[in-house]
């Protein structure tokens, strides 16, 4: 017992049994989503009721745990999904990447390389990839078996011929392991090279939908793409103005209303670390001039932006607070 | 068969004993190959205790279970009844199949899933004599290169691997230690 009066992890041991044995199956089968019994969780579904059911069968006393919302550690949702198991398993926490054993996300993949000895559990609104191609169960169930993926093609090849670029930016469909094409869950295109051959296990819980399934540790994940329009990683051309990385994922926050706007890291610990390092702002004018011609315009752009910031509208205190509005449909 | 036996040898504290003996049976199937020890389970013999820990964490009333007949001995029989509450069940209906390696590989009615729901597929917890990372050659999910496991029968495994993403997944216990092969891992022979 915690002394909170809950058992370890808040779950019944039945429940974990079967979340367990869903998972055992999961990770044999990369990228198929195994059917689990989704129970009700203290918080509503979008929440990240799957993530938290996934998390609650991982953890042990041992681990430390990290909870992040579209990268931020501070935000209403991480803030309560960590508060929660603080209290149902008496786990500590913490906000560094480096440091946690388990990594419970919405929406993305720290930018700090994940290690061995680190779980990263997806929270995932819709787990099914094809779904939106093909509402009924059945048949997508049927198009998994059969390996059917034609549809999928159809559907970026559609992205360019209207576009002339495949559109899809988050929750870009992958291949596991060669055979089952997955949803990496709403994850930014930017995220989706972390996916493959990480040495970290990652693990998906869909609570709504009843699904969980996993990316073994040092697996092939690939993501869709023609060769003549081949996948491309990508993300804001900027820099961020808090801590000058022209590396990671930004997050654009309009800062007034006659149009200000800045990018900052969308990964807050990421952030925090480079400017407790010392890196800031005046850094990122250095990196802009160090970058190719191409970008050297709208590195520079940004960084100005954020050297005039501050004297337009107050930086917010806290960059994360403002971005991050209450999550919605995360499962 | 000794009644009192049946009743010991649980988890002292079933919550977070249970928990992290599922983070290592966790990474052995995440890493195949990888060699872990379970530790809190104290079944009567024949049965290891990592394979008591294995069915402790994974095995109640909706997991029927295939006994091997070399491990079904009252004793193995109650302390499982008791502490698990999983029935007994021919092999096609086995969810969980418990034995010493020649028996389960020599029954092939285990179910292996179907194409629809492939992870309607048995898991086979094998007692074998040792562990070591030596022998056959694993390839595949989870393995950086290539791991190395004293793997009983690897041409099994090859025609498990051919049926994929049907098929069986195993769990290697002796005495404390496991190591797991999923479907999704190549086997060579060493």
């Known amino acids: 017992m915690t002394g909170t009066d809950y058992t370890f992890a808040y779950l019944d041991e039945d429940t974990k049994r079967m979340i367990r044995r869903a998972l055992l199956k999961a990770v044999a089968i990369p990228g198929y989503q195994v059917p689990f019994a989704s129970r009700e969780m203290p918080m509503p579904y979008g929440w990240g009721t799957g993530g938290v059911q996934v998390t609650a069968a991982c953890l042990t006393p041992e681990d430390r745990l990290k909870v992040i919302d579209q990268g931020a550690d501070d935000t209403t949702n991480a803030v309560s999904i960590r508060r929660f198991f603080q209290r149902v398993a008496g786990v500590a926490t913490t906000t560094r990447t480096a440091e946690a054993t388990v990594i419970q996300t919405r929406h993305r993949i720290p930018e700090t390389p994940l290690t061995e000895g680190q779980i990263l559990v997806f929270q995932v609104p819709i787990p099914e990839p094809l779904r939106f191609l093909e509402p009924r169960e059945p048949e997508t169930r049927r198009m998994h078996a059969l390996a059917d993926y034609g549809l999928m093609h159809v559907k970026l090849y559609e992205d360019i011929a209207r576009h002339g670029a495949i559109a899809t930016a988050y929750a870009y469909p992958v291949t596991v392991a060669g055979r089952y094409v997955a949803d990496p869950s709403p994850i930014p295109k930017f995220d989706n090279p972390k996916l493959s051959d990480s040495p970290a296990l990652q693990l998906f819980g869909a609570g709504r939908e009843q699904r969980i399934y996993a990316i073994p540790p040092h697996t092939r994940v690939v993501s869709l793409d023609f060769e003549d329009h081949p996948f491309a990683a990508t993300k804001a051309a900027g820099v961020c103005a808090l801590c000058g990385d022209d590396a990671s994922y930004l997050d654009e926050v309009i800062v007034d209303d006659a149009g200000g706007r800045m990018f900052v890291c969308s990964d807050t610990d990421h952030c925090a670390g480079r400017r407790a390092a010392g890196l800031g702002p005046s850094a990122a004018a250095g990196a802009a001039a160090a970058r190719p011609p191409e970008h050297r315009g709208a590195a520079a752009e940004a960084a100005v932006c954020a050297a005039a910031g501050p004297a337009r509208a107050p930086v917010p205190p806290d960059p994360a607070g403002g971005q991050h509005p209450a999550p919605e449909a995360a499962g | ?190």
Do not use: K
């Open chain 2, 1 to 190: 068969m000794d009644a009192g036996l049946a009743l010991t040898g649980g988890f002292a504290d079933p919550p977070v004993m249970a928990a992290r003996a599922f983070r290592a049976i966790l990474d052995a199937m995440a890493r195949p190959g990888r060699i872990h020890r379970l530790e809190g389970a104290a079944p009567p013999a024949p049965l290891p205790p990592a394979a008591g820990a294995v069915l402790l964490v994974l095995a109640d009333a909706t997991t029927p279970l295939w006994l091997a007949p070399g491990l079904d001995t009252p004793d193995v029989r109650a302390w499982i009844a008791f502490h698990t509450g999983a029935p007994t069940a021919a092999p096609v209906a086995a969810a969980i199949a418990l034995g010493d390696w020649p028996a389960l590989a020599a029954e092939q009615g285990f179910p292996v899933g179907n194409p629809e729901y492939p992870d309607r597929s048995a898991t086979l917890v094998a007692v074998v004599p040792t562990l070591e990372a030596a022998g056959a050659r694993l390839t595949g999910p989870g393995i950086a290169g290539a791991a190395r496991l004293n793997v009983p029968d690897p041409a099994w495994h090859a025609a498990n691997r051919r049926r994929f993403p049907l098929g069986r997944d195993c769990i290697f216990c002796a005495g404390d230690r496991i190591a797991a092969v999923p479907r999704s891992t190549i086997v060579e022979a060493g």
